[in-house]
């Protein structure tokens, strides 16, 4: 029988390993996949500032265990608008379960104590986690000891940000996926005045893509003042 949910996520078709520009970080999806494959940890808690690509990494990891035949389930913490503590019934069942933003719950003593519980279910069961936040696990602030040992447990990543030189070179790498052919010229000249930050860049990449189909023109920088300007 197939477990219900109170809540479904939408797979990001174009969040997966293979849109992920890894740089420095190619040990941290090695230790991603090896989790899912039940060849590595049982635990992984990523960390790193924002706009890193945690939330992509998580919707990778989501996928690629779709793939091995698994029942993925995600969820991206909101403090403003945190769902029914019912969200964990039944999701200590689930062969792998990723929780963004673990520290937007920290402080509610409701969701620490039903998230301790859950964690400890899951344990016992065997299955895997993957948990991200901001901060690391041994500095964030959790009101309760027994989960914050709980959060310590396993393995922790730190997410490495990309030097300007590999944020151009990821930039060029996502628009080949997109089927966008943008020079190293091009791309610095975006990075330095229009987007610094992936999601911003993706969201731009997105606006050229429209802007380059509907004028039939290469991406060059007096186009792009034009079109952006």
């Not at 620490?112 to 069961?125: G, I, K, M, W």
């Not at 010229?185 to 911003?200: E, I, N, R």
Request: glycine share 6%.
């Amino acid at each position: 029988m197939s477990i219900q949910f109170p809540l479904a996520f939408e797979f990001q078709s174009n969040q997966g390993f293979n849109t992920f520009f890894t740089a420095s970080n190619q040990g941290i999806v090695t230790q991603l996949q090896k989790l899912i494959l039940g060849t590595g940890e049982r635990q992984i808690f990523l960390y790193g500032e924002a706009a890193l690509g945690k939330s992509h990494l998580l919707q990778a990891c989501c996928q690629f265990a779709h793939k091995q035949g698994m029942n993925p389930f995600y969820y991206p913490f909101e403090k403003k608008r945190l769902p029914s503590l019912s969200m964990l019934e039944n999701l200590e069942k689930v062969q792998l379960v990723c929780f963004d933003n673990i520290n937007e719950i920290i402080g509610n003593l409701d969701w620490e104590q039903a998230l301790l519980n859950f964690l400890n279910q899951d344990a016992e069961n065997n299955n895997r986690l993957i948990l991200t936040a901001r901060i690391n696990p041994k500095e964030i602030g959790v009101k309760l000891p027994d989960l914050k040992n709980s959060l310590n447990s396993g393995l922790s990543l730190k997410l490495n940000p990309l030097e300007q030189s590999e944020t151009i070179t990821a930039l060029i790498y996502k628009a080949n996926y997109m089927g966008i052919t943008i020079s190293r010229k091009v791309g610095h000249f975006l990075v330095t005045h229009y987007a610094s930050d992936l999601p911003s860049m993706w969201i731009l990449l997105e606006q050229l893509d429209k802007a380059t189909l509907s004028a039939q023109r290469k991406l060059t920088i007096p186009f792009l003042k034009q079109i952006l300007e």
